[in-house]
């Protein structure tokens, strides 16, 4: 791309926007701006000129300036609705260049025109950003005071920008999903995630996945708590806006598909831990089996289980365990002696779990984790066996991959 070429022909800079889509209401809530240029070979992408940085910063400054203005420009059109919002990618580095004075004084001359500052949604990209983040933060802190809203992005799968989410408490988190592409991806990123939701929950942020260019990623966005939807799958960026509408029949259809699909492995969680239920329940009415010490109870259990198990102990309710493990290790079940007297209540959702039992009275079936000792996906089936001892069943990966909505 040459560079000269595009500042010395301004005139055919141009913005596309890219409609974002909301789960609630399953139709445009915003749009992000994407910067263009109009050269002899056709429409280009300005994201390689922005991410030059051979190229002088006050020349990409002024690029991505004109680009906002035209964006803004045509924002005004549509004025009268007045929940859209625009989402303004800038550049960690431009942003910082001028203290963001050039961006500012742009918003406010069209806030003059009727485009209110809490419409505006800052995008900050600071994966190449090498300045200082304390000063980065007080500028992002000081734009909000006007209203305007702030996103991170480039989210995706890097932990390290956990600590940038808890400092900054931005209103949107952006959440990659183009490396969404195995089912080792999704559960790595479903793992993070989980963490990543729990902490959008206590700031009071929103999820907004991008890069959605197919049905699982959108599944996946939705089965894992995004308020908002962003990619090829759903829209491609245009010169113009669309019908708010435009997709609101095949969201509909789609989030109906996977409700009834989350029914249906909820069904099949439920009916297997009532299996399971009646199952040990049954076995250990006989008298003979109650008399039984915990280390022979679990052997008798293990080949009981032997179809569905790979490991079995007993601890009581403050999480120490009573027995021993019983490991199956090549087909074959070995007492692991060093786990006696061992605590886990230190496990997230452990002793809740077991106040659950209690109160119940019957079993219950974990969520999907991964093994620390075998590094295997599984699932847990918890057991009380009275009121202060619980049988705890880890179930094999190949009994829950045979199984229709286990994993």
């Not at 199956?328 to 002696?337: F, L, M, R, S």
């Not at 230190?346 to 019957?362: A, H, S, T, V």
Request: charged content about 30%.
């Amino acid at each position: 791309m040459d560079a000269l070429e595009i500042l010395t022909d301004l005139d055919n800079v141009f913005p596309y926007f890219q409609p974002i889509f909301s789960a609630d209401e399953h139709r445009v809530i915003g749009y992000e701006v994407f910067g263009r240029y109009q050269g002899e070979n056709g429409v280009v992408s300005l994201g390689p000129f922005f991410l030059d940085e051979s190229i002088p910063e006050e020349y990409r400054l002024e690029v991505d300036h004109v680009v906002l203005k035209k964006a803004l420009e045509k924002f005004i059109t549509i004025s009268s609705e007045e929940d859209l919002l625009l989402f303004v990618n800038k550049d960690a580095d431009l942003l910082m260049y001028d203290n963001a004075e050039s961006f500012l004084s742009l918003i406010l001359e069209y806030q003059g025109k009727g485009i209110m500052l809490d419409r505006i949604v800052l995008e900050s990209t600071e994966r190449a950003y090498k300045g200082n983040m304390e000063h980065l933060d007080h500028l992002m802190n000081y734009l909000r005071t006007y209203g305007i809203k702030i996103a991170i992005d480039n989210m995706g799968n890097e932990r390290s920008h956990l600590d940038r989410i808890g400092q900054l408490a931005p209103n949107i988190i952006k959440v990659d999903l183009n490396e969404l592409r195995s089912t080792a991806s999704a559960h790595v990123l479903h793992d993070i995630l989980y963490t990543l939701s729990l902490l959008a929950r206590k700031i009071g942020a929103t999820l907004l996945f991008k890069n959605i260019e197919m049905d699982y990623q959108l599944q996946f966005a939705w089965r894992n708590g995004g308020r908002y939807y962003q990619g090829y799958y759903l829209h491609n960026p245009g010169e113009d806006f669309v019908d708010r509408d435009i997709m609101k029949e095949k969201l509909r259809g789609k989030c109906q598909q996977y409700i009834t699909y989350e029914k249906k492995k909820l069904e099949a969680l439920h009916e297997v831990s009532e299996k399971f239920n009646e199952r040990l329940t049954q076995f250990l009415q006989g008298k003979s089996r109650k008399l039984l010490e915990y280390e022979e109870l679990i052997k008798v259990l293990s080949q009981y289980l032997n179809d569905v198990s790979f490991r079995l102990y007993i601890c009581d309710e403050n999480g120490f365990q009573k027995s021993a493990n019983i490991f199956k290790k090549d087909n074959k079940w070995i007492v692991q002696q060093q786990y006696l007297h061992k605590n886990w209540s230190w496990r997230p959702y452990f002793l809740e779990n077991i106040m659950k039992m209690r109160n119940d009275k019957k079993g219950i079936l974990s969520d999907l984790y991964s093994d620390i000792e075998t590094g295997e996906t599984i699932r847990t089936f918890s057991y009380p066996l009275h009121s202060s001892d619980y049988l705890f069943i880890d179930l094999s990966y190949e009994f829950l991959y045979e199984r229709e909505g286990l994993l």
